[in-house]
T-cell receptor, first 120, second 107 residues
Framework: EVQLVESGGGLIQPGGSLTLSCAAS????????MSWVRQAPGKGLEWVST????????YYSDSVKGRFTISRDNSKNTLFLRLDSLRAEDTAVYYC?????WGGGTCDFWGQGTLVTVSS | DIQMTQSPSTLSASVGDRVTITCRAS??????LAWYQQRPGRAPKLLIY???SLQSGVPSRFSGSGSGTEFTLTISSLQPDDFATYYC?????????FGQGTKLEIK
């Protein structure tokens, strides 16, 4: 059974940094792309970033490019998202999601999310 | 960026009704479109991929169609569990984009 468990969210001040983690199990982690998708309170889904199975191909939305860094440790079946220079508009539930294939595709399994609140 | 526009934003219906939600892309995305269901406080769940392929375990009352720029999600006979918010997503490019969502409410 595929399981994705996010952690690392919390309350952080504007301009601060945070690292989110997503522990994966139930599938061959290194064979699939992984993504982060966020959802601001009461709003819709927003794609944030995708990393290929081997980690060589990385993509970011314009809203986070240059501030967020996606990475993965295939030896530990874990996905990361480093959030720097945080702004109030980054407040959201952050979901990790498994890609359909090595390069990307749609998101066929999702974690339950971790809440990041950016506020002073 | 490819923009995705869903209609309607809100839909009121009754158990047993047939409903259709539309998603339009700002440029052709071939058939690289997915549909998700999200219940309050829960993670999204993949229903349909590649415009019309049913994800494993999803009831057959859900169906998708379309190609190019216009797509539809149809629920043939609404069940109580189906009242939720539905999102389309294009993945024609690595820079995925979602529609704004359609909230399906009980009439």
């Amino acid at each position: 059974e595929v399981q994705l468990v996010e952690s690392g969210g919390g309350l952080i001040q504007p301009g601060g940094s945070l690292t989110l983690s997503c522990a994966a199990s139930g599938f061959l982690f290194s064979s699939f792309a992984m993504s982060w998708v966020r959802q601001a309170p009461g709003k819709g889904l927003e794609w944030v970033s995708t990393i290929s199975g081997g980690g060589s191909n990385i993509y970011y939305s314009d809203s986070v490019k240059g501030r967020f860094t996606i990475s993965r440790d295939n030896s530990k079946n874990t996905l990361f998202l480093r959030l720097d220079s945080l702004r109030a508009e980054d407040t959201a539930v952050y979901y990790c999601a498994k890609g359909e294939n090595w390069g990307g595709g749609t998101c066929d399994f999702w974690g339950q999310g971790t809440l990041v609140t950016v506020s002073s | 960026d490819i923009q995705m526009t869903q209609s309607p934003s809100t839909l009121s219906a009754s158990v047993g009704d047939r409903v259709t939600i539309t998603c339009r892309a700002s440029q052709s995305i071939s058939r690289w479109l997915a549909w998700y269901q999200q219940r309050p406080g829960r993670a999204p769940k993949l229903l349909i991929y590649k415009a019309s392929s049913l994800q494993s375990g999803v009831p057959s009352r859900f169906s998708g169609s379309g190609s190019g720029t216009e797509f539809t999600l149809t629920i043939s006979s609404l069940q109580p569990d189906d009242f939720a918010t539905y999102y389309c997503q294009q993945y024609n490019t690595y820079w995925n984009t979602f529609g704004q969502g359609t909230k399906l409410e009980i009439k």
